[in-house]
């Protein structure tokens, strides 16, 4: 798995408020149940805040169309 694609997040960073968005967030069906969507969350969330960043926020899955 080591550098294997196994799933993406998408930032939209707000940089006048200090806040970024996580917009998107997904693992891909062939590594799902493995322990990575932790991982690739803590990334997004460092990823963030090396930006100088006070608040992280999420939106909330039932406004994304379910991904397939």
Known sequence: IKDDLVGFFELIFHFEKKEVEI??????????????????LSQAIKKSFSQNIDRVWVTPAHLITKMR
């Open 23 to 40: 917009a998107y967030f997904g693992i891909l069906e062939e590594f799902r149940n493995k322990k990575l969507g932790s991982y690739l």
